[in-house]
């Protein structure tokens, strides 16, 4: 590195946009990816990355890598692996519960190297959840197991996770911007990470095998907590109890002429579930859907209150279900919980102005949100991430609105969608494009994207599907960031924090740096997404090493890994995605999680230095 580095403004704007995404990020005061695009932005308008490079972000080959892997990971939902999963899982176990979580874990991690961690956490919910309901197991002492092996098993391949899949993206941009007689810096192979993340997921399945029931949580409230579809369950957790029952509007009741929405803000009201008007009859009745003589509702209720409220309303109750038996069949509708990842468009809205109703034909009963239920005054409730939403509606229903992955459904629910006759094309392309990753000199997206296509022309998935199953919030997130990753390196700015760094602690060992780089690059990882902690990161671990006379490989890689350090915090989308179904608290993660992230700090530097 040169010597005598001076700070110089485009070094000063470039760390001022890192400290502003650091602390936007950490706030959530402005959504994430508009966060990313205003830094985008500014590199451009202060031309910081040239013009005709500042959108390579969008064709890079991370990003494609990413589009792949999840386009890959829906063909192997659709038909049906996962569910096989359950099965096998229980079959191997023979009805230890020990064995149980040791299979699940295993089996999960393994996976998680081929396919991204938040998008396999979401497909396994409802597989655990399964398992869950055959066994009585709580899900609070799976999950957090299932979910902190993911993490780990996702860095055994360049595939798993997106900040070992943006290092040779990084990589290649740092060495245009090497100093003169520097080395370049080879790229990443796509097992050699193996034998480092292989040693951590062993770490995390003897941890959780020798611990967990030492320190799972064991309040009474976390532990029966078993999402199926069972009148015990919703009665005991969301105080949703009772039976379907009809009711007839008639020429004296005060509610005629008011709308549904009216109804529903009276705090004695019952859950209204369906309407009939004339000869329409629905689920989920919108907010403005009017109330006539005639009109017939659904509601949902022990029945002596729900008759009070109906004779105190000028409401006659009807023998039976002739209006809605039909609607309400088991094998049709019922009701789920949901959960609501980071990358949400439902994030910062209330539940009223998400129109459920109207748009997807589901209605939403209640919002958990770690200890708080909400059921009053619901639509008025914001939604964060993290939180459960109980829905009722159909199953096609349902179905088709988790597609847009705005909320994972938890429960296990019957799927018209499957297509297990597609099965063997799913396993065949998934093999093939990880056998061209492997064996040929195809670049990984390529390869990965031979395999997408494959499923495609096959029939495993139709383009509309593989549209729905890319999590765009993610790719343009990344997308955005890289650029500011670039901007870093060819201006200067990594190379003259690593001078100033170095100048501060003095001549140390260069496992000493690692070490200090790896703890900053996890404190991002926990405020921040690890998408960005890995951008920023990466170049200023690359410059110090080469001040220091150290290997940059080591050092990029201890970053790249480090950047997958984070157990604790709902940044991490895959332990948002298990909190609120496994009902955990902070106390809970950092119980398991803390001590887990400094023995995964330690095998990394153990592992990369001893490997390379």
């Known amino acids: 590195m040169e010597a005598g580095l001076t700070l110089t403004p485009q070094m000063a704007i470039v760390l001022a946009l890192i400290a502003f995404t650091v602390v936007m990020f950490a706030l959530e005061w402005?959504?994430?990816?508009?966060?990313?695009?205003?830094?985008?932005?500014?590199?451009?308008?202060?031309?910081?990355?040239?013009?005709?490079q500042i959108f390579d972000g969008f064709a890079g080959n991370a990003v494609m890598a990413i589009l792949a892997t999840m386009i890959l990971g829906a063909g192997l939902d659709r038909t049906g692996v996962l569910s096989k999963a359950a099965s096998f899982i229980l079959r191997l176990s023979r009805g230890m519960e020990q064995r149980l979580l040791l299979v699940l874990c295993a089996l999960t991690g393994a996976m998680s190297?081929?396919?991204?961690?938040?998008?396999?956490?979401?497909?396994?919910?409802?597989?655990?959840?399964?398992?869950?309901?055959?066994t009585g197991l709580p899900l609070s002492r799976l999950l957090l197991p299932m979910a902190c092996c993911i993490i780990l098993g996702g860095t055994t391949t360049m595939v798993g996770n997106s900040p070992q899949i943006l290092l040779n993206d990084l990589i290649s941009s740092v060495n245009r911007n090497l100093p003169p007689g520097a080395d370049t810096i080879e790229p990443i192979g796509?097992?050699?990470?193996?034998?480092?993340?292989?040693?951590?997921?062993?770490?995390?399945?003897?941890?959780?095998?020798?611990?967990?029931?030492?320190?799972?949580?064991?309040?009474?409230?976390r532990t029966g907590?078993?999402?199926?579809?069972?009148?015990?369950?919703?009665?005991?957790?969301?105080?949703?109890?009772?039976?379907?029952?009809?009711?007839?509007?008639?020429?004296?009741?005060?509610?005629?002429?008011?709308?549904?929405?009216?109804?529903?803000?009276?705090?004695?009201t019952p859950l209204i579930l369906a309407i009939r008007n004339g000869e329409e009859a629905r689920l989920a009745p919108p907010a403005d859907q009017m109330v006539w003589v005639g009109t017939v509702l659904g509601v949902l209720g022990p029945r002596e209150p729900v008759a009070s409220w109906a004779g105190a309303a000028g409401l006659r109750v009807l023998p039976g279900l002739r209006n809605f038996g039909d609607l309400f069949n088991p094998s049709r509708a019922g009701i789920a919980e949901a959960v609501v990842p980071p990358a949400s468009r439902y994030v910062g809205q209330k539940v009223g102005d998400l129109r459920l109703r109207k748009r997807s034909n589901i209605s939403v009963l209640a919002v958990n949100r770690g200890d708080r239920i909400f059921r009053d005054d619901i639509r008025?409730?914001?939604?964060?991430?993290?939180?459960?939403?109980?829905?009722?509606?159909?199953?096609?229903?349902?179905?088709?609105?988790?597609?847009?992955?705005?909320?994972?459904?938890?429960?296990?629910?019957?799927?018209?969608?499957?297509?297990?006759?597609?099965?063997?094309?799913?396993?065949?392309?998934?093999?093939?494009?990880?056998?061209?990753?492997?064996?040929?000199?195809?670049?990984?997206?390529?390869?990965?994207?031979?395999g997408a296509v494959g499923m495609l022309l096959t029939g495993v998935l139709s383009m509309d599907e593989a549209y729905k199953a890319i999590g765009w919030k993610t790719v343009f997130l990344m997308a955005c960031l890289i650029?500011?990753?670039?901007?870093?390196?060819?201006?200067?700015?990594?190379?003259?924090?690593?001078?100033?760094?170095?100048?501060?602690?003095?001549?140390?060992?260069?496992?000493?740096?690692?070490?200090?780089?790896?703890?900053?690059?996890?404190?991002?990882?926990?405020?921040?997404s690890n998408v960005g902690a890995t951008v920023l990161m990466v170049p200023l671990a690359v410059n110090v090493a080469l001040a220091a006379n150290a290997g940059p490989t080591e050092f990029a890689l201890v970053v790249a890994l480090s950047a997958s350090n984070n157990f604790v915090s709902m940044s991490n989308p895959v332990m948002a995605i298990i909190a609120g179904p496994g009902g955990y608290r902070a106390a809970d993660l950092w119980r398991a999680g803390g001590p887990l992230s400094l023995a995964y700090v330690l095998i990394v530097l153990v592992m990369v230095n001893l490997i390379f």
Do not use: C
């Not at 040693?199 to 030492?214: E, K, T």
């Not at 009772?242 to 005060?254: F, K």
């Not at 200067?492 to 900053?520: F, K, N, T």
């Open 190 to 221: 796509m097992f050699t990470v193996a034998p480092v993340g292989l040693v951590l997921l062993a770490f995390g399945l003897a941890y959780f095998a020798l611990y967990w029931r030492r320190i799972e949580p064991r309040r009474e409230e």
């Open 30 to 52: 402005i959504r994430a990816d508009i966060v990313a695009l205003l830094v985008l932005v500014a590199l451009g308008v202060a031309n910081l990355v040239p013009t005709e």
């Open 483 to 528: 650029p500011l990753g670039w901007a870093t390196d060819a201006t200067g700015a990594a190379a003259w924090v690593a001078q100033e760094l170095l100048r501060a602690v003095g001549d140390v060992h260069p496992v000493v740096l690692q070490a200090a780089l790896a703890l900053l690059t996890s404190f991002f990882a926990q405020v921040m």
């Open 380 to 450: 008025q409730v914001q939604v964060r991430a993290g939180d459960t939403l109980v829905f009722h509606g159909f199953w096609k229903d349902l179905a088709n609105a988790a597609e847009d992955h705005d909320f994972v459904v938890v429960t296990d629910y019957p799927k018209d969608e499957e297509r297990p006759h597609r099965l063997w094309h799913a396993l065949f392309f998934f093999a093939l494009a990880i056998g061209l990753a492997l064996f040929s000199d195809l670049k990984l997206p390529v390869a990965l994207l031979v």
């Open 225 to 268: 907590v078993t999402p199926s579809r069972t009148e015990s369950y919703f009665a005991a957790t969301y105080g949703i109890e009772g039976e379907v029952i009809e009711l007839l509007v008639t020429a004296d009741s005060p509610l005629v002429g008011q709308s549904i929405g009216e109804l529903e803000a009276r705090a004695d």
């Open 113 to 134: 190297a081929f396919m991204q961690n938040p998008a396999l956490t979401a497909l396994f919910l409802p597989v655990v959840s399964r398992i869950s309901s055959r």
